[in-house]
């Protein structure tokens, strides 16, 4: 018997609410159990003892463990992440400013791993063993054991070189005047705006940070696209399939792909999910101002309610994109469904 797909959906979903809990809990739990005053640390050594007092009471701090938590779940379902110590803001306002410019810069980062690793997977399985195998193999290790901020830093000094006028850093030229959308997305927000320009640019400069930060996925996408291309070339049906004569060009796209698309996707959602958390030295070199160095400095500066709330969001990504790309497989591969009503 096999699973109806919306039954499969739903499944997950609710799988989704329970890890969301635990999640939850388990950040809660980690930002009271550290040692120190969360108040005094945010406040500084210098702070007075009646200042840390009333920080605690602002905070909820002098309330029960239970009590917090339940205060915290039942703001965080209202969009209330509390205040940021450090910027004296709304949490989900800062998020809202930096969460867009990372997501939209893993998003291209993904892309450029799709375009480039999946093709050059199927290339190197196809050639196995030979000129342009031996090279892709050296790519694709090379992506995966040179660190990224290495591949950031080389491609912004060859730009500066080789390509004049190139941007390098920053999101966008301010020279065009865009005071930003709706959505925080540049190239969302001037495809809306009819501004071409803006999307040009905004294009220009997250080229070289993209390539930069998809460099370790294209390398391990890559391999593994072409492990289960030279596996599945040696099931039977794909035998079957050679023996009767059908082109080449028709086995790799329509079949073989289908067939080893699974682990790739697997690995792609993993590494969009990762990047989100992953990408602050990237963010770092090219001054981004994304979500990944907003939580990398509310580290540093000990800010409680920006740290947790960083933590929930990188969770809901990892959540989201494992729980989107099971359901992907699922749709290309009806064996799981069927294991799965077993």
């Known amino acids: ?27 809660f739990a980690l930002a009271r159990v550290v040692p120190g005053d969360p108040a005094r640390m945010a406040l500084g050594p210098a702070a007075t003892q009646e200042q840390v007092d009333a ?5 909820g701090l ?11 779940v039942k703001n ?22 930096t969460v867009p410019a990372t997501v939209e810069l893993v998003l291209v980062s993904v892309i450029f791993m799709f375009l480039v690793a999946i093709p050059l997977g199927v290339i190197t399985a196809h050639y196995r063993d030979k000129g342009i195998d031996h090279l892709g193999r050296i790519l694709s290790l090379t992506g995966v054991t040179i660190p990224s901020f290495l591949f950031a830093i080389t491609l912004q ?7 004049s006028g190139w941007p390098i ?33 905004a294009l220009k400069h997250l080229a070289l940070p993209a390539f930069a930060l998809s460099m370790a ?38 079949y073989l792909l289908k067939l080893s698309s699974i682990a790739p996707l697997t690995i792609m959602g993993l590494e969009f999910a990762s990047l989100i958390g992953n990408a602050f030295v990237i963010e770092m070199v ?33 959540i989201v994109a494992n729980m989107i790309v099971d359901i992907l497989i699922s749709i290309i591969d009806p064996r799981l469904r069927h294991k799965e009503a077993r």
């Open 286 to 318: 090219f001054a981004w101002g994304g979500f990944a160095s907003y939580g990398l400095n509310s580290i540093l500066q000990k800010d409680l309610n920006a740290v947790t709330a960083v933590v929930l969001v990188a969770g809901l990504f990892f």
């Open 55 to 59: 920080l605690r009471l602002q905070m």
């Open 62 to 72: 002098d309330k029960p463990l239970a009590l917090q938590y339940v205060d915290y």
């Open 76 to 97: 965080a379902l209202h969009g209330d992440l509390g205040m940021s110590l450090v910027s004296q803001r709304p949490v989900t306002t800062d998020l809202a400013q």
């Open 217 to 254: 996925g294209i390398g391990q996408i890559t391999r593994i696209t072409r492990s289960s291309m030279i596996e599945n070339q040696r099931k039977d049906h794909v035998l079957t399939l050679q023996s009767f004569g059908v082109p080449e060009r028709v086995i790799i796209f329509r």
């Open 1 to 27: 018997m096999q699973q109806h797909p919306l039954i499969a959906i739903l499944t997950r979903l609710g799988t989704f609410v329970l890890v969301m809990i635990a999640l939850s809990i388990m950040i």
């Open 157 to 163: 000094l060859l730009a500066a070189k080789f390509i």
């Open 169 to 201: 850093i920053g999101r966008l030229d301010h020279s065009l005047g865009w005071q930003g959308g709706p959505t925080g997305f540049i190239l969302l927000d001037g495809l809306l705006a009819g501004r071409f320009d803006v999307v040009v640019d």
